[in-house]
C-alpha cells in the first residue's frame, strides 16, 4: 500500500556536501525542495559533544559515523568471471551515512585539480602519442576545462573557509602556494593553518630534495570566519580528532557547519531523514522521471513525485540507484556495451615512513584533519611520463592527522606484534615517527566495473553493488616510481630509518581488509557523448533529462587528489546551469 | 558506551556455542552460573565469558602485555573486561557486519572477512580449542602453564603452527591481539585502559584535544598528563 505525497518541485537523493549545496542553490532560486536522507539527523551539538566525541573507539574502530553494513553493503571481485562476496566489515572505504554523509567524517583536504587532469587522454596523446595509453585503459577527458571551473572552485572554498595559500594568482606566482596549480581567481578564504614540527622538518627536507612543497589547503578554518552564506565558523585547535568524526570546535568544513544553518530554516525547504529511496520512478516512455519511491523510517512505502530528481549520494549509491531505477543501460564489460557502472576508479595508497632520531618531540597528537605540507611534483602531467611509460601521478602530503593511540602507535618493520619488546617499541617510536602520504591516481579500465549482484540483497531485498576491481601494472609502476622520489625527502631529513610503504606492487591483488581511500569514482561518468556517458557536462542524465547526477561518480577516473573539492565545484557548476538554462526551458542541455 | 555492570555477582551463561562440547577437563564451569574470584570480592564479573575462558583471557593479556618497566600488564589494565564488554556490544554479536549468506570463506582473503561467526563465536571457540591443545600438548590450560610455555604457544598460535578444529586459528589470533591492543589503549569508559596506563606510556594526553597553544612550540615536550572521558585525571 503505497502511500502519495503533494509534489514537489525537485527531490535530491541523499543529504551530505552535493545535497546540501543543490538544496541551497535551488532553494535560492524559489524552487519547493524536500531532500531524503536514509540515515539518522546529524549535528555537531548531537553528534560533536565534547569530550564524548573524542572516542577512538567508538568513532575510530567501531565506526560511529559509518554506514550500518548489517543492512547494506557492496560485494567485490577481483575479475569479471570471479564470485563477488560482501564487503562484510569496513576496511578499504569508509561509507557514510546520516545528515551531512561523508562530508560530517572526511578530513577536509580541500584541492581543486591540475589543469591538465580534465583533458587528461588529449594531454597524453599530443604530448607523448596515441600508443602511449595502454591497451584496456578508458581514461577520457572530462567535458569540461578548468578555467570554466574556476568560479565554482573559489565558491566552495569560500563556502567552506578553506585555509590555504594560493600558488599562482591569476598567473602570477606566489611563494608558499603550490606552483603547479591553474590561475586562481582569489586567495583562499583563511590563511594556512600553521605546520607542526614534522611539517616543518618535511617541507625543509623536501626542498633540500629539490622539490617545491606548499600549505595542504585544508577545509579546517585557521580563523574565525563568516561564510557568504552568514555562517560563522571557529579556528582549528588541532585536536587531532577530525576524519571519522565530527568537529567539536565547527571549524571543520561539513554542511552542518556551512550550509544548513541557513538551509534547513527556509520555508521552502525540508529534510526528511531515515528515508531509504527505493527507486526512482519512470513514466511510461522511460524518459521523464515522475519521482521516487523510498520507505521511511515507519516501514511505510512512500511515493513522493517531484519535477526534478537531483541524485546527491554517495558516489556507489549514485550508481545503484541508476542500475535499480533502469536509468541508462548497464555496462558491459565483455562486449563494452552500455555505459552505467564503467570506468570505476580508485586511489593507490602508499606512504614513505620516517623514523626521526631518537629524542625527537613530534608530539603527534597535536593533529589537524588537512592542514601540513604538500607537494605536486610527481603529480598530474607535471614530469615527463615518456622515459617511464606510466600515465598518471601521485599527491603527496605530510597531513599529522593526530596520535590517537589504537591506530597511530606504528612500530618499525620486524618489531615483535606484542610482549614487552612492541612495548618499548611502540614507546620508543610514538615521538618520532611521521609518514608522507603518496596517493596515487587510478585510471580507468574496461574490465573494472559496477553492476548490480546476481546474489546478494539488502535488507529492503534489492540487489547489492557489485564492484569488481583489481590493481593494474600502470598503478603498481606510478607508485614505484613515486616511492623512489619522494624517499630523497625522508634522506634529506636525516632519519634514522625510512622506509616505503605502497600497497599496490607488481601482481598485488586489490585488498579490502585495509583501509586505504574512500576516493571511489566513476559508475555515472560525465562525457561529451552518450554513446560513452551517463551525465552531460552538467551532469543531467542523457537519457532522463530531469535526472541529474553528481559526485564523484561523474569522474571519468580518477586523480591524485582529494575529491571533494572538485565535487563541490562540479555541484554549484550543474547548479548554475539548473538554475540559469534548465529552469526557463526544461530539457537536455546538450544535444546528443 | 556502556559500563561494565560491577554490580552483578553472579552471570548465568546463556549461550553456550559449539565449543562448549569440547569444555575440556580443566574447565569446570562451563554451562554454570559462576562466581568468579574477582566477584567475591566485590570486583568484575564477567557477563559473557565463563570461569575458564575468564582465566584463559587474564592469563593471555598478561602474555599479550607483560607487566614490566613500561607499566602494568594487560590484566591490570583491564583487557578481560574490555573484551568482555564489547560481547555485548553490538560488536561482540556482528551487529555491525553484513552478515547475510551465502559465506564463501574459500575466496582470495583479500576479499575480507567471509565466515558465518560473529566475535562472541570466535572467543568461544578460539578459547575452547587453544585451551584443549594447551591440556593435550602441555597437560594444563593455558592459564595454569607456566609464563615461559604460555609465551611459546601464543607464538605457536601466531605463527599457524596450531591448527583448530572450530574456527581458524589465525582469525582467533587476529581477534585476540586486536580487542588486546583496542583495549590496552581506549579510552578507560569501555572498561580497558585503568589508570589510563598506556596513554602515560606514551605520553598521550587522551581528551585534553585542544593544542591552540602547543602548534607553534616545535620538538618541546608537552607537560599535561592524561584526561579521560568521565575526567580522570593521571
Same mark, same amino acid.
Given at each position: 500500500?503505497?502511500?502519495?505525497?503533494?509534489?514537489? +518541485?525537485?527531490?535530491?537523493?541523499?543529504?551530505?556536501?552535493?545535497?546540501?549545496?543543490?538544496?541551497?542553490?535551488?532553494?535560492?532560486?524559489?524552487?519547493?525542495?524536500?531532500?531524503?536522507?536514509?540515515?539518522?539527523?546529524?549535528?555537531?551539538?548531537?553528534?560533536?559533544?565534547?569530550?564524548?566525541?573524542?572516542?577512538?573507539?567508538?568513532?575510530?574502530?567501531?565506526?560511529?559515523?559509518?554506514?550500518?553494513?548489517?543492512?547494506?553493503?557492496?560485494?567485490?571481485?577481483?575479475?569479471? +568471471?570471479?564470485?563477488?562476496? %560482501?564487503?562484510?566489515?569496513?576496511?578499504?572505504?569508509?561509507?557514510? !551515512?546520516?545528515?551531512?554523509?561523508?562530508?560530517?567524517?572526511?578530513?577536509?583536504?580541500?584541492?581543486?585539480?591540475?589543469?591538465?587532469?580534465?583533458?587528461?587522454?588529449?594531454?597524453?596523446?599530443?604530448?607523448?602519442?596515441?600508443?602511449? /595509453?595502454?591497451?584496456?585503459?578508458?581514461?577520457?577527458?572530462?567535458?569540461?576545462?578548468?578555467?570554466?571551473?574556476?568560479?565554482?572552485?573559489?565558491?566552495?572554498?569560500?563556502?567552506?573557509?578553506?585555509?590555504?595559500?594560493?600558488? &599562482? $594568482?591569476?598567473?602570477?606566482?606566489?611563494?608558499?602556494?603550490?606552483?603547479?596549480?591553474?590561475?586562481?581567481?582569489?586567495?583562499?578564504?583563511?590563511?594556512?593553518?600553521? &605546520?607542526?614540527?614534522?611539517? +616543518? $622538518?618535511?617541507?625543509?627536507?623536501?626542498?633540500?630534495?629539490?622539490?617545491?612543497?606548499?600549505?595542504?589547503?585544508?577545509? &579546517?578554518?585557521?580563523?574565525?570566519?563568516?561564510?557568504?552564506?552568514?555562517?560563522?565558523?571557529?579556528?582549528?585547535?588541532?585536536?587531532?580528532?577530525?576524519?571519522?568524526?565530527?568537529?567539536?570546535?565547527? @571549524?571543520?568544513?561539513?554542511?552542518?557547519?556551512?550550509?544548513?544553518?541557513?538551509?534547513?530554516?527556509?520555508?521552502?525547504?525540508?529534510?526528511?531523514? #531515515?528515508?531509504?529511496?527505493?527507486?526512482?520512478?519512470?513514466?511510461?516512455?522511460?524518459?521523464?522521471?515522475?519521482?521516487?519511491?523510498?520507505?521511511?523510517?515507519?516501514?511505510?512505502? /512512500?511515493?513522493?513525485?517531484?519535477?526534478?530528481?537531483?541524485?546527491?549520494?554517495?558516489?556507489?549509491?549514485?550508481?545503484?540507484?541508476?542500475? $535499480? @531505477?533502469?536509468?541508462?543501460?548497464?555496462?558491459?564489460?565483455?562486449?563494452?556495451?552500455?555505459?552505467?557502472?564503467?570506468?570505476?576508479?580508485?586511489?593507490?595508497?602508499?606512504?614513505?615512513?620516517?623514523?626521526?632520531?631518537?629524542?625527537? #618531540?613530534?608530539?603527534?597528537?597535536?593533529?589537524?584533519?588537512?592542514?601540513?605540507?604538500?607537494?605536486?611534483?610527481? !603529480?598530474? +602531467?607535471?614530469?615527463?611520463?615518456? %622515459?617511464?611509460?606510466?600515465?598518471?601521478?601521485?599527491?603527496?602530503?605530510?597531513?599529522?592527522?593526530?596520535?590517537?593511540?589504537?591506530?597511530?602507535?606504528?612500530?618499525?618493520?620486524?618489531?615483535?606484534?606484542?610482549? @614487552?619488546?612492541?612495548?618499548?617499541?611502540?614507546?620508543?617510536?610514538?615521538? #618520532?615517527?611521521?609518514?608522507?602520504?603518496?596517493?596515487?591516481?587510478?585510471?580507468?579500465?574496461?574490465?573494472?566495473?559496477?553492476?548490480?549482484?546476481?546474489?546478494?540483497?539488502?535488507? *529492503?531485498?534489492?540487489?547489492? $553493488?557489485?564492484?569488481?576491481?583489481?590493481?593494474?601494472? !600502470?598503478?603498481?609502476?606510478?607508485?614505484?616510481?613515486?616511492?623512489?622520489?619522494?624517499?630523497?625527502?625522508?634522506?634529506?631529513? !636525516?632519519?634514522?630509518?625510512?622506509?616505503?610503504? &605502497?600497497?599496490?606492487? %607488481?601482481?598485488?591483488?586489490?585488498?579490502?581488509?585495509?583501509?586505504?581511500?574512500?576516493?571511489?569514482?566513476?559508475?555515472?561518468?560525465?562525457?561529451?557523448?552518450?554513446?560513452?556517458?551517463?551525465?552531460?557536462? *552538467?551532469?543531467?542524465?542523457?537519457?532522463?533529462?530531469?535526472?541529474?547526477?553528481?559526485?564523484? @561518480?561523474?569522474? %571519468?577516473?580518477?586523480?591524485?587528489?582529494?575529491?571533494?573539492?572538485?565535487?563541490?565545484?562540479?555541484?554549484?557548476?550543474?547548479?548554475?546551469?539548473?538554475?540559469?538554462?534548465?529552469?526557463?526551458?526544461?530539457?537536455?542541455?546538450?544535444?546528443? | 558506551?556502556?559500563?561494565?555492570?560491577?554490580?552483578?555477582?553472579?552471570?548465568?551463561?546463556?549461550?553456550?556455542?559449539?565449543?562448549?562440547?569440547?569444555?575440556?577437563?580443566?574447565?569446570?564451569?562451563?554451562?554454570?552460573?559462576?562466581?568468579?574470584?574477582?566477584?567475591?570480592?566485590?570486583?568484575?564479573?564477567?557477563?559473557?565469558?565463563?570461569?575458564?575462558?575468564?582465566?584463559?583471557?587474564?592469563?593471555?593479556?598478561?602474555?599479550?602485555?607483560?607487566?614490566?618497566?613500561?607499566?602494568?600488564?594487560?590484566?591490570?589494565?583491564?583487557?578481560?573486561?574490555?573484551?568482555?564488554?564489547?560481547?555485548?556490544?553490538?560488536?561482540?554479536?556482528?551487529?555491525?557486519?553484513?552478515?547475510?549468506?551465502p559465506f564463501h570463506p574459500e575466496v582470495a582473503p583479500e576479499l575480507g572477512y567471509q565466515l558465518d561467526l560473529v566475535p562472541r563465536d570466535i572467543y568461544r571457540r578460539g578459547i575452547g580449542n587453544f585451551d584443549a591443545w594447551c591440556v593435550k600438548t602441555h597437560g594444563r590450560p593455558f592459564a595454569d602453564l607456566a609464563v615461559a610455555e604460555q609465551t611459546a604457544a601464543m607464538h605457536d598460535l601466531e605463527a599457524g603452527r596450531i591448527v583448530f578444529a572450530d574456527v581458524p586459528s589465525a582469525t582467533f589470533f587476529g581477534f585476540l591481539l586486536t580487542n588486546t591492543k583496542e583495549g590496552f589503549f581506549a579510552d578507560p569508559i569501555h572498561g580497558g585502559n585503568k589508570g589510563m596506563a598506556s596513554w602515560?606510556?606514551?605520553?598521550?594526553?587522551?581528551?585534553?584535544?585542544?593544542?591552540?597553544?602547543?602548534?607553534?612550540?616545535?620538538?618541546?615536550?608537552?607537560?599535561?598528563?592524561?584526561?579521560?572521558?568521565?575526567?580522570?585525571?593521571?
Amino acid at each position: 500500500m503505497t502511500i502519495t505525497m503533494k509534489k514537489k +518541485d525537485v527531490v535530491l537523493i541523499g543529504f551530505g556536501w552535493t545535497g546540501a549545496i543543490l538544496g541551497q542553490e535551488l532553494t535560492e532560486a524559489g524552487l519547493d525542495v524536500l531532500a531524503l536522507e536514509r540515515g539518522e539527523m546529524r549535528d555537531t551539538p548531537t553528534d560533536a559533544r565534547y569530550p564524548q566525541v573524542i572516542d577512538e573507539l567508538a568513532y575510530s574502530i567501531r565506526g560511529k559515523l559509518y554506514q550500518d553494513l548489517s543492512r547494506e553493503t557492496v560485494t567485490v571481485r577481483h575479475g569479471v +568471471d570471479d564470485l563477488a562476496v %560482501p564487503y562484510r566489515q569496513h576496511g578499504s572505504f569508509l561509507l557514510g !551515512n546520516g545528515v551531512g554523509g561523508a562530508g560530517l567524517h572526511w578530513n577536509g583536504m580541500h584541492y581543486r585539480v591540475l589543469p591538465e587532469e580534465l583533458q587528461l587522454r588529449t594531454r597524453y596523446e599530443q604530448r607523448y602519442g596515441r600508443h602511449f /595509453i595502454p591497451e584496456g585503459m578508458t581514461i577520457r577527458d572530462f567535458p569540461v576545462t578548468y578555467d570554466e571551473l574556476e568560479p565554482f572552485f573559489t565558491k566552495f572554498e569560500y563556502v567552506c573557509g578553506t585555509s590555504g595559500k594560493a600558488g &599562482n $594568482l591569476g598567473g602570477r606566482k606566489i611563494e608558499g602556494g603550490n606552483p603547479f596549480e591553474g590561475p586562481r581567481s582569489k586567495d583562499y578564504p583563511t590563511p594556512p593553518l600553521h &605546520n607542526g614540527y614534522g611539517a +616543518d $622538518l618535511v617541507w625543509k627536507g623536501a626542498v633540500e630534495a629539490g622539490f617545491h612543497p606548499y600549505y595542504a589547503p585544508a577545509a &579546517n578554518c585557521s580563523t574565525p570566519y563568516t561564510n557568504p552564506y552568514g555562517v560563522r565558523l571557529g579556528p582549528c585547535n588541532f585536536c587531532g580528532f577530525c576524519e571519522n568524526y565530527a568537529c567539536y570546535m565547527y @571549524s571543520k568544513a561539513s554542511p552542518q557547519t556551512t550550509i544548513l544553518p541557513v538551509l534547513l530554516r527556509k520555508p521552502n525547504f525540508e529534510v526528511r531523514p #531515515r528515508a531509504q529511496v527505493l527507486k526512482i520512478n519512470l513514466d511510461s516512455t522511460g524518459k521523464k522521471a515522475t519521482g521516487v519511491t523510498y520507505v521511511d523510517g515507519k516501514g511505510r512505502e /512512500i511515493f513522493q513525485p517531484a519535477d526534478l530528481v537531483i541524485v546527491t549520494a554517495y558516489q556507489m549509491h549514485n550508481v545503484r540507484l541508476l542500475l $535499480l @531505477s533502469g536509468i541508462g543501460k548497464p555496462y558491459n564489460p565483455k562486449t563494452g556495451e552500455g555505459v552505467v557502472g564503467m570506468n570505476y576508479a580508485y586511489q593507490a595508497m602508499g606512504g614513505v615512513e620516517v623514523l626521526l632520531p631518537s629524542g625527537t #618531540r613530534l608530539n603527534p597528537f597535536i593533529g589537524t584533519g588537512a592542514g601540513g605540507v604538500s607537494i605536486d611534483d610527481v !603529480n598530474g +602531467d607535471q614530469f615527463d611520463h615518456g %622515459p617511464l611509460g606510466f600515465v598518471g601521478g601521485a599527491s603527496v602530503r605530510h597531513v599529522r592527522l593526530g596520535g590517537r593511540p589504537i591506530q597511530m602507535t606504528p612500530t618499525v618493520p620486524g618489531t615483535p606484534k606484542w610482549g @614487552s619488546a612492541w612495548k618499548s617499541a611502540v614507546k620508543d617510536t610514538y615521538q #618520532r615517527e611521521l609518514h608522507i602520504d603518496l596517493s596515487g591516481s587510478v585510471a580507468a579500465y574496461q574490465d573494472v566495473y559496477l553492476d548490480l549482484d546476481p546474489t546478494y540483497r539488502d535488507s *529492503y531485498g534489492q540487489p547489492l $553493488l557489485r564492484l569488481t576491481y583489481n590493481w593494474h601494472d !600502470n598503478e603498481a609502476r606510478l607508485m614505484h616510481h613515486v616511492g623512489d622520489r619522494i624517499s630523497e625527502i625522508a634522506k634529506a631529513m !636525516n632519519a634514522e630509518k625510512y622506509w616505503v610503504t &605502497n600497497r599496490v606492487t %607488481p601482481g598485488a591483488k586489490y585488498d579490502v581488509r585495509f583501509y586505504q581511500s574512500t576516493h571511489t569514482t566513476g559508475g555515472a561518468i560525465m562525457g561529451a557523448d552518450p554513446r560513452n556517458s551517463v551525465v552531460n557536462r *552538467y551532469l543531467q542524465s542523457w537519457d532522463v533529462p530531469n535526472v541529474f547526477v553528481m559526485g564523484s @561518480s561523474a569522474f %571519468p577516473q580518477n586523480m591524485g587528489y582529494n575529491p571533494t573539492g572538485l565535487v563541490g565545484a562540479l555541484a554549484y557548476w550543474a547548479a548554475k546551469a539548473i538554475r540559469e538554462q534548465y529552469l526557463k526551458n526544461p530539457g537536455p542541455l546538450v544535444q546528443a | 558506551m556502556t559500563q561494565p555492570d560491577r554490580r552483578g555477582f553472579l552471570r548465568t551463561l546463556v549461550s553456550a556455542g559449539p565449543a562448549a562440547a569440547l569444555a575440556v577437563g580443566a574447565a569446570p564451569a562451563v554451562g554454570h552460573a559462576v562466581e568468579t574470584p574477582e566477584a567475591s570480592g566485590g570486583a568484575y564479573a564477567p557477563r559473557y565469558f565463563t570461569a575458564a575462558e575468564w582465566r584463559f583471557l587474564r592469563a593471555a593479556a598478561d602474555i599479550l602485555i607483560p607487566a614490566d618497566e613500561n607499566g602494568p600488564g594487560g590484566a591490570a589494565v583491564g583487557i578481560p573486561e574490555f573484551i568482555d564488554g564489547q560481547m555485548e556490544m553490538p560488536y561482540g554479536h556482528g551487529k555491525l557486519w553484513f552478515m547475510g549468506g551465502p559465506f564463501h570463506p574459500e575466496v582470495a582473503p583479500e576479499l575480507g572477512y567471509q565466515l558465518d561467526l560473529v566475535p562472541r563465536d570466535i572467543y568461544r571457540r578460539g578459547i575452547g580449542n587453544f585451551d584443549a591443545w594447551c591440556v593435550k600438548t602441555h597437560g594444563r590450560p593455558f592459564a595454569d602453564l607456566a609464563v615461559a610455555e604460555q609465551t611459546a604457544a601464543m607464538h605457536d598460535l601466531e605463527a599457524g603452527r596450531i591448527v583448530f578444529a572450530d574456527v581458524p586459528s589465525a582469525t582467533f589470533f587476529g581477534f585476540l591481539l586486536t580487542n588486546t591492543k583496542e583495549g590496552f589503549f581506549a579510552d578507560p569508559i569501555h572498561g580497558g585502559n585503568k589508570g589510563m596506563a598506556s596513554w602515560k606510556m606514551i605520553g598521550f594526553p587522551g581528551v585534553r584535544a585542544d593544542y591552540m597553544d602547543w602548534i607553534d612550540r616545535p620538538n618541546t615536550p608537552y607537560p599535561y598528563g592524561p584526561v579521560s572521558i568521565s575526567g580522570e585525571r593521571a
